[in-house]
């Protein structure tokens, strides 16, 4: 029979199958099926005639039954007519009942959603049935494996709907991992890593594009590099005579005005000299303050040492070499005091040999020269090195583009609001410039230089003290000026977000089973503080030098820390957390007072940093339990007991050492074990109750509440001594 034979046999099938599903519909479908079957029957036929050497192939056909499932055809046309059609349909349907249930078992156990299964219409099964019979089913022989990206922190709630499983059940297995977590806490980017890798899955970090980058157009140098005024940090110990010497080089007098005779907080100044601008930057000399030195030495192109004469090196003194060695900042020492009868420059120099700081007259590199700040003397000669060594690092920089530069200083004025002191490294900075610094921004509401006059610009090496920000920014912090307030906007809005993510992730911070344990172990006795201050500096110094202050059984907490004023609202904070209030160059507002008298808050106030610290571990000291000694006083051989109905046991004893106190308490020793431990009821010698008994000296003893006293006993008197604690 030809093709064109069957085409026409089929042709007339079809017409009268046609003429019968007029009348009667149920019929109709089941030829439709018969006619689609043979058809593919047909096909089939036709491609072995075409290829006799594959007259064997089964016929291979697609159909997508499920989304989770790859179905391939595998019956040929002739094992297709071979095997019954209700048979094959009776195995498939066991089969794919089996695989359901496998199915449903895994995705339980992967934490995966169950797979929804559309509804088959009854009408459609009758059709398709025979179709679905003909494929056979391979479930996948691994998990299902997703890509899950993830960003520096995430919720637990964010991470669940990202692994698509409940937040309980990824509490669950957070907690056989050992990390104990909340539904909204926080999870930093390698705990996730952990978890996702634990639950089969893959990770994709997230890499988001830094402000930096934003940042790096308005951040590099443009225009022609001229040569810079050098910035100089003056360094020393406490009372070696820095702001002494700044003072007589800008012919100020500021010193009297130091409290305790110590810089507070960073000043930075300009000074006009014979051989150019120079831009000083003076530091605290206090042991508190090393923070902002280090601060100082990393945005210094100099720096100055200051050591008495009289003094020598000292620990601030080392700790300063330290800053400036670890910067790589040329070192200039100035040895100061050689006015006094006691200055000794010589053994300065030896001392600072031995700290590697060699002078050139010894043969090494440093400048070293002798000053005196109280009468001018070799002044010149140290402002001439400064400016020698500066012509050799070249110093140059652009006063073109925008500016960039760091702050030395921060705080909040009643007046200006916060107020920010900037040394200005790159470009110039002009009033209505929009800046960003830190997570602070603004435009520049007004500039003024070292003497309080309102300027219009800054350039390169100049000090100015700015308004107009959002805040009061931290020392430190970067300065950079742009064009764009909706850039600046963004940039400071994103810092923000991760100060806070940084602030949430510290307070909710991920601890394992083993430091849950650890609670349970008894807690220190805890001071809280809130601390206000008048600058961001003296309020980070504070804060170092307190958490400096180590101690097993107490121990400190800062609830807040900032600058400005006590205001009603912090007075509020420190009674609900039961903190003491302490400022330091700040007073409480009239509300804030009022509220300090009514609830009897404490309150202290401080002008000098190392009086603040003082107290402060004064009042930890308090806490402490204090230390018992014991001093073995006495010793009595117990030679024989006597009995009696009023008083009970008395020990007749000979006092072998010491002396035996009836006040005191006692111990009673048998083969050197102590077998009890109380106090005497009796004293006697002879009839007579005495105080006390010597060596040598026989006595009856009677004890408090225990009659077993044998004869060869001792009976221990010992006294005991409470020693005070502190921190």
Sequence with gaps: MTDNDIKKSLSLKSHKNTSVKQSKSTSAKKNVTIQVRRKKILNAQSLQNQNNNKTDEPVKTTAKVDANYKSTTTLSA??????????????????????????????????????????????????????????????PTEPIKKVIEIPDSITVSDLAQKISMKSSELIKV??????MATINQL??????????????????????????????????IQGKLEQRAPIVTIMGHVDHGKTSLLDYIRKTKVVNSEAGGITQHIGAYRVKTDKGNITFLDTPGHAAFSAMRARGAKVTDIVVLVVSADDGVMPQTEEAIEHAQASNVPLIVAINKIDKENADPKKVLTDLSKKNVVPEEWGGDTICIKISALTGEGIDLLLDAISLQSEMLELKASADGSAVGSVVESSLDKGKGPIATVLIQNGTLNKKDYVLVGKEFGRIRAMYNEFNKEVSSAGPGCPVVITGLSGAPNVADQLIATKDEKKVKDIASL?????????????????????????????KKIINLLIKSDVHGS?????????????????LEIIYSGVGAITESDVNLATSSGSKIIGFNVRADAKAKKIIESNNQELYYFSIIYELIDNVK?????????????????????????????????????????????????????????????ELESLRRFKEDVKEVKSGTECGIGVKDYNDVKAGDQIEVYKRTEIRRTV
């Design 78 to 139: 002739n094992q297709s007519k071979s095997k019954p059609i209700e048979t094959i349909t009776a195995k498939k349907k066991t089969k794919i009942d089996k695989d359901a249930k496998v199915e449903s078992f895994e995705n339980k156990e992967l934490h995966l959603k169950e797979p929804k299964h559309k509804k088959i219409n009854k009408k459609e099964s009758n059709i398709d049935s025979d179709l679905i019979t003909q494929h056979q089913f391979e479930k």
């Design 174 to 179: 957070m907690m056989n991992m050992g990390v």
């Design 187 to 220: 999870l930093d980017q390698e705990t996730v890593i952990l978890i996702v890798d634990e639950l089969g899955h893959e990770t994709k970090i997230i890499k988001t594009e830094t402000e930096e980058k934003l940042l790096q157009p308005e951040a590099e």
């Design 495 to 523: 810092r923000e977000s991760k100060q806070k993510e940084i602030e949430m992730q510290s307070k909710q911070k991920t601890f394992s089973i083993e430091s849950f344990n650890q609670t349970n172990t008894p807690k």
């Design 539 to 555: 309020a980070e110094a504070i804060i170092s030098a307190l958490m400096a202050i180590k101690n097993e059984d107490v121990g």
């Design 618 to 678: 004064q009042q930890l000291s308090g806490l402490l339990d204090p230390d018992i000694k014991e001093e073995i006083i006495g010793i009595a051989e117990v030679k024989d007991v006597f009995r009696s109905s009023k008083i009970g046991a008395i020990a007749g004893s000979i006092v072998s050492e010491g002396v035996i106190q009836k006040d005191q308490p006692i111990r009673v020793l048998r083969d050197n074990i102590v077998i009890y431990e109380g």
